[in-house]
């Protein structure tokens, strides 16, 4: 059944890979020696109804996923876009929760293909939609203070050690999505923005969710932090970059790191050598 009513190409060719797969009872030659029908629905007519409901619950969840990559494509062109999908990725897992995962990829590579513009913006959109459920399904952990941040002197900055909370991702796009992000959710109407680098920090504190933009500073900073550099190292690898605004940062790095730390994104200070 679950091969029939998953074929892309409908119930009967479903029935004919069933019968070449041998996963059909002994003797069994029509899908009506299976399912015997009734004097309202054929046996076909009956397969089609879960054929139909199955797929359309997929899409619907991932309707609620990918609320952007909805409004910009429209709901003919999203349901079209995403049975391509389930067809090149069915769902494998015993949770709905991991379905879409491979989508902001997918989105990219048929973008790509097709030399379609809008779908590659939908493939920066979908990416920062789906990192906002997978900050959601990350651990609670209790972030330190703004104040325990400002508490630490100057001279111990170099060295200092911010572990980052599991609850945020650090994302780096080809087009500027988050001004459309939020006219979609409001219901507005929104132009694609021309291919433009960008990068976005996606987190959660306690059980909101946010998604800012960022400077490439701020996104080199906090990515050298996530991989478990002192503040100095990050700020050196930071300026580093080729064509880094290295006055700009010096400047506002203390605002930056007091931002992050209220927004939760720090889980413990300290040095190498210790707390």
């Not at 399912?35 to 046996?43: C, F, H, K, Q, S």
């Not at 379609?116 to 990416?127: E, I, N, S, T």
Request: glycine fraction near 8%; include cysteine.
């Amino acid at each position: 059944m679950l091969r029939v009513v998953q074929h892309p190409d409908g119930v009967q060719a479903g029935w004919r890979d069933a019968v070449e797969a041998g996963e059909v009872p002994e003797g069994a030659t029509r899908l009506e020696d299976v399912v015997p029908g009734n004097d309202r629905l054929t046996a076909e007519q009956q397969l089609r109804i879960y054929a139909y409901a199955y797929y359309r619950r997929l899409i619907d969840v991932m309707a609620e996923e990918y609320p952007g990559v909805l409004a910009l494509l429209g709901e003919e062109g999203f349901d079209g876009l995403v049975r391509a999908f389930l067809q090149e990725h069915p769902s494998t897992s015993w949770t709905l929760n991991r379905l879409s995962v491979p989508f902001p990829a997918w989105l990219r590579s048929e973008g790509d293909r097709r030399g379609d513009g809008r779908m590659l913006f939908a493939a920066d959109v979908a990416r920062v939609e789906r990192a906002m459920d997978d900050v959601w399904d990350a651990p609670f952990e209790d972030p330190i203070s703004a104040d325990a941040l400002a508490a630490v002197p100057p001279e111990g900055w170099a060295d200092l050690h911010l572990v980052t909370a599991q609850c945020l991702r650090l994302l780096a796009l080809d087009h500027p999505v988050t001004d459309f992000m939020d006219l979609a959710r409001a219901g507005e109407p929104a132009d694609i923005a021309p291919p433009t680098p960008s990068w976005v920090l996606v987190h959660r504190r306690g059980t909101r969710r946010f998604r800012p933009p960022l400077t490439h500073e701020q996104f080199d900073l906090l990515s050298a932090l996530v991989a478990g550099g002192t503040l100095g190292e990050a700020l050196e690898a930071a300026a580093d970059r080729e064509g880094a605004d290295v006055a700009a940062m010096m400047a506002g790095v203390g605002e930056w790191l007091r931002d992050f730390a209220a927004r939760g994104l720090f889980t413990s200070l300290g040095t190498r050598s210790g707390p």
